[in-house]
């Protein structure tokens, strides 16, 4: 599967008329080819605008709410960025061009499995990805400069709020499970927490325990 020049065209343009404007993450997202990350015949529906099955009744999320989220996050190139679920690795792949260290766990073995090969196979060398339940984060690599939840909760994981640096950023879905979620942004401050609402989105549910894949 190739990554032509039209294909790009598009996939950027829909990206851009959702609302990613940041030139940075649309070039990160322009320099990463999402077929990479998908398999069989879902590498034919890469580049559009929808999320796609994935192993272990997983999605990979809609190229806009990454690009969207991803935006919202702020990333600058000294952070060291927590990413909880994993799935396919897209998003991680995209943060680890903007970061300089991305930590990102799954609760399913197979897809970190997945996942490290994919990042192997494209040269990426600044992700470590770990199989575990990340609504506990990963307190031996805590404070995390920015997090990114890409599951939803119905609140905000207290471990993660913990391992979130002061002046950090964390990014992520709330909500019941099946039914419309919010997309929130919440930053550490010296004293607590503040919290704004970005969007309403619709995300897998982040699950306790580990996976039995
Ligand atoms: N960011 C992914 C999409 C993630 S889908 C991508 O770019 O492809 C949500 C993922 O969160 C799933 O893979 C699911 O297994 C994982 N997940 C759900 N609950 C979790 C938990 N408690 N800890 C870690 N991962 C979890």
């Not at 032509?4 to 959702?18: C, N, T, V």
């Not at 943060?95 to 300089?100: E, I, K, Y």
Request: proline share 5%.
């Amino acid at each position: 599967m190739t990554w032509g020049a039209e294909e790009k065209m598009q996939f950027l343009f829909a990206l851009r008329s959702r609302g990613v404007t940041d030139g940075r993450v649309l070039s990160a997202m322009e320099r990463t080819d999402r077929a990479s990350f998908l398999r069989g015949l879902f590498a034919e529906r890469a580049y559009q605008d929808t999320p796609l099955p994935i192993a272990c009744g997983q999605t990979i999320s809609q190229p806009s709410v990454v690009g969207l989220m991803t935006q919202a996050l702020e990333v600058n190139p000294r952070d060291k960025v927590l990413e909880v679920g994993t799935g396919s690795g897209y998003q991680a792949a995209i943060l680890s061009q903007l970061a300089r260290r991305v930590y990102t766990v799954d609760r399913y073995r197979r897809l970190v499995i997945e996942a490290r090969a994919t990042f192997e196979a494209l040269g990426i060398g600044n992700i470590t990805a770990v199989t575990g339940d990340g609504s506990h984060g990963l307190p031996e690599q805590a404070p995390f400069d920015r997090i990114l939840v890409t599951a939803a909760a119905e609140d905000p994981p207290s471990p993660l709020l913990a391992q979130l640096r002061v002046g950090g950023v964390m990014v992520l879905p709330v909500g019941q499970s099946d039914t419309v979620q919010s997309l929130i942004r919440v930053t550490r401050t010296e004293d607590g927490f503040d919290y704004s609402e970005l969007r309403k989105v619709r995300f897998v549910p982040l699950v306790e325990g580990m996976g039995e894949e």
